[in-house]
Every structure is written in C-alpha cells, then in structure tokens.
C-alpha cells in the first residue's frame, strides 16, 4: 500500500442553516453510516486498542504516508488555516488518515489527546512518554528516542528525522486550561466564532510549544499532530452536537480568498464540498467520540443500528438521539464553576446559568476518565486537588509573531484572544477557584 499506488480523496463545502430548515441541497445524498466508531482519549486505550493503532502507523510511515501527509499540509497550508475550512479540511485529513490506516489493520481507530487536562503541566504528561507519543528530543538533533515516533525519518522536505523541541528549549510553557475552552464553547454562536476561538488558542500553542515537526507546515510527520487534531475535532463535533437543528450545516466566516464560506464550496486540494464533511454519521465520517457518546447515553446518536463495536461497545436496547432523551448530569468537574459568582458564571460560562448542555463542557478530568476494559494497563486517575493552588491559577501562553505569521493568523485576533484568557484566569483566582486540574 505504497504512497504511489493510491492517494486519497479529500474534500469539503459549506452552507449557513437556520433552525427548521431543509438539508442544503447535496446534503441528502450523502449516504448515512452503516457502522459506527468511537473515538477514544489516548490514555484509555487498552493495550490492544494501543498496538493495533500504532502497528498501522508504523506501517504507513515505512510505507511513505506519513511523509507524504506532511507534503500534502504544507502545499495546501494558505488554504486550509485562519480561514473557514480550519475544521473540515482538517477533518478530511483526518478520515483519509484513518482510512490509509485500517487498509493495514481494518479494526484502527484514531484516539485524540485531551491536551486541556494537561494544561499546568504538559511536560509531565503521560502522553509524552515511552508509553504513548514519546518525550522531547534528544541533543543529537532533535531527534524523537523514544514511544510512538522513536526512529522515523522522512525525506520531506529534507532527509531528517522527526524532531521535537520543547518550547524550543526545555520545557512547555501552561496551555489554555478546560475552564477557557468550556467558556469558548459556551458563548460561541457562529462556525467563525468557535473557530477563531480554538484555532487561536488551544490548536496554536500545543504546535508551537511542541516545536520541532510540530512548529512547522509539515507538522503531520510527528505522531502528536494526529491525536492533538482529533481533540480538536471533538471539541468542534461537541459543540455541533450541543445544537444539531442550527449547527450541523452552520458555516460561515470567509475562505481564504475572502470569498464568502458556503457549503458548496470545495475544500482545498479535494473535490469534495463542505456539506459532505459536515455531520458525523455520514459520508466518511463514521464514527463519535466518547464525550460524545457518554452524554447521550449510547453511540445511537448518529446511528439506529448495526452498531460497530470497533472503538466501543454498541449499546444494547432502543438507540436514543440526544434530542429526545434527557442528557446525563454534567461532570463533577464542570460542577465546580457553578459554585462561582452569577457575574462570572454570566459573563464566561452563560451555558451554566440555565441547563447545563454537556456538550459545551470540556471540564473532563483524569480522574473521571474510564480505564481500559482490557489489556491489564488501567488509566491511573490524578490525585485530588492541590488547596495550595487554589486561587493560583497562571496564563496560558502566548503565541509569538512568528508562529501567528506562518499560520496567517490575524494577530488582533489572537492577541485579543489571549487577554480574554488572562481576564477570565483573573476573574477565577479572584473568586479564589480551585481547578480540578491543579494537582
């Protein structure tokens, strides 16, 4: 299955809906999934669920594809960053990858890595072990020595070997913390305004902070880039799924061109149009994720039956879509900031005033996390709290003019972005919060 011998297609398009209205026209032949799967956070994978993900990789990556992703990235960059197809085009990525993945292991499904839950302190994460992806360079080059990404080398767009530099130094400064992103999915009402708010953010400083492969256009060539893009997903599917009558064909914003954003646009280097990338469940995108998943109570939100069981179990009895069954009560975690102030409550999580919609909650801790079923390697659950930090919460870091350039990102936009982090990082210490994530 060498990199000549097929190339996946990849496309997207897209279409403003109001609630109440038809499918946009195309929309309706795109065909429903027959099975679904679950994605997973990384760190609940069992042992079994780890090997068959990572012996595909490693077979796409002697057989050239990871390399040839990286090239495909970085010759379509202009179009597919700080613009409206951020999510969809990356997206399709993603669901080709995947596809490229199970021609070696048809049982593959792609994890995601919950970056936010290791936001204090991401060099610390499990993630960034021999366990999972593997930890920072080595002085020889930069080179990764070690987990998912020990010994690749590629020919793009040079011969070297994956690198990684953190921070380009030593360490990762703070990322953006669950509070910011549940407050971002909380009071964004349009596909720009999640877009900017993620891009801008949690997207940027996991690339940047990274460095090496990751601070580059061909970031694809590091393993992190696949689970950190499948978190960014998610986030955007959750906040589709908080909405389905106005937001599974909400799109809007500009394309690179300036040109308005509609669903029938054709997402770069693809034939495809946005409608067809638009809702999980359909076309090539079958599968969920388990934030998902757990707050509908089943994998029947997207699909009524022949359940796939690759990821997750099918749920036995009647599938219920979220829309016509109660949600499940929100996580201990985003009970937490329901204990602040009406003001703050208001002002940065307006979606914890009345009926808290889980969906627009990333306050999913360690802790709460399910271990694996199998494979004898249990997720161990953070300790508790630190009281000593409470109230102590610090910015996330800044991305710097450099990064903000090569991603042709509008600077006022991030920069605005990150003072609003630091004014709701200032409203939480001053109620004297305590993070469910400071440990």
């Known amino acids: 299955m060498k990199v000549g011998a097929v190339v996946a297609g990849l496309a997207l398009a897209a279409f403003h809906h109001v609630a109440g209205q038809s499918l946009p026209p195309g929309a309706e032949t795109v065909p429903k999934c027959t099975s679904i799967s679950v994605r997973k956070e990384i760190r609940t994978l069992t042992s079994v669920e780890w090997s068959t993900y990572t012996n595909a990789v490693e077979k796409a990556v002697s057989d050239g594809w990871i390399n040839w992703f990286g090239f495909l990235h970085q010759k379509i960059e202009?179009?597919?960053?700080?613009?409206?197809?951020?999510?969809?085009?990356?997206?399709?990525?993603?669901?080709?990858?995947?596809?490229?993945?199970?021609?070696?292991?048809?049982?593959?499904?792609?994890?995601?890595?919950?970056?936010?839950?290791?936001?204090?302190?991401?060099?610390?994460?499990?993630?960034?072990?021999?366990?999972?992806?593997?930890?920072?360079?080595?002085?020889?080059?930069?080179?990764?020595?070690?987990?998912?990404?020990?010994?690749?080398?590629?020919?793009?767009?040079?011969?070297?070997?994956?690198?990684?530099?953190?921070?380009?130094?030593?360490?990762?400064?703070?990322?953006?913390?669950?509070?910011?992103?549940?407050?971002?999915?909380?009071?964004?009402?349009?596909?720009?305004?999640?877009?900017?708010?993620?891009?801008?953010?949690?997207?940027?400083?996991?690339?940047?902070?990274?460095?090496?492969?990751?601070?580059?256009?061909?970031?694809?060539?590091?393993?992190?880039f696949w689970p950190h893009h499948g978190n960014i997903d998610r986030l955007y599917s959750q906040w589709q799924a908080a909405d389905h009558a106005t937001r599974d064909f909400m799109y809007d914003g500009v394309n690179r061109d300036g040109s308005p954003?509609?669903?029938?646009?054709?997402?770069?280097?693809?034939?495809?149009?946005?409608?067809?990338?638009?809702?999980?469940?359909?076309?090539?995108?079958?599968?969920?994720?388990?934030?998902?998943?757990?707050?509908?109570?089943?994998?029947?939100?997207?699909?009524?039956?022949?359940?796939?069981?690759?990821?997750?179990?099918?749920?036995?009895?009647?599938?219920?879509?979220?829309?016509?069954?109660?949600?499940?009560?929100?996580?201990?975690?985003?009970?937490?900031?329901?204990?602040?102030?009406?003001a703050v409550v208001q002002k940065h999580f307006p979606g914890l005033a009345g009926k808290a919609n889980p969906m627009e909650s990333d306050m999913r801790s360690p802790s709460s996390l399910h271990p694996p079923s199998a494979g004898g390697d249990a997720y161990v659950a953070v300790p508790v709290p630190n009281e000593a930090l409470r109230g102590k919460m610090e910015y996330p870091m800044t991305l710097t003019d450099d990064f903000i350039k090569m991603m042709h990102l509008c600077p006022e936009e991030v920069r605005a972005l990150e003072a609003r982090a630091r004014k709701l990082v200032d409203d939480l210490n001053a109620e004297n919060y305590l993070s469910p994530y400071m440990t």
């Open 78 to 224: 202009k179009g597919i960053h700080a613009n409206a197809q951020f999510f969809l085009a990356h997206r399709n990525l993603m669901a080709d990858y995947e596809t490229i993945l199970r021609g070696y292991d048809p049982n593959v499904v792609l994890p995601y890595w919950n970056t936010g839950m290791d936001f204090q302190n991401p060099t610390a994460s499990p993630v960034l072990t021999d366990r999972f992806l593997g930890g920072n360079g080595t002085a020889n080059g930069g080179c990764v020595a070690d987990g998912l990404g020990k010994g690749w080398a590629f020919t793009y767009p040079k011969r070297q070997c994956l690198r990684r530099k953190y921070g380009e130094s030593r360490s990762i400064s703070r990322w953006y913390p669950p509070e910011f992103v549940t407050s971002i999915l909380q009071t964004s009402k349009t596909h720009n305004e999640i877009r900017m708010g993620i891009e801008n953010s949690l997207h940027g400083v996991v690339h940047l902070s990274v460095g090496g492969n990751m601070n580059t256009m061909y970031s694809p060539t590091d393993a992190i």
């Open 261 to 342: 954003a509609t669903l029938n646009d054709t997402i770069a280097y693809t034939f495809t149009r946005a409608y067809e990338l638009m809702r999980l469940g359909y076309g090539k995108l079958c599968y969920t994720y388990d934030t998902i998943q757990e707050a509908n109570g089943d994998v029947g939100t997207l699909l009524s039956k022949n359940l796939d069981t690759r990821g997750a179990p099918a749920v036995a009895g009647k599938c219920r879509h979220r829309d016509s069954s109660p949600a499940k009560p929100v996580s201990a975690e985003t009970q937490t900031l329901q204990g602040l102030s009406r």
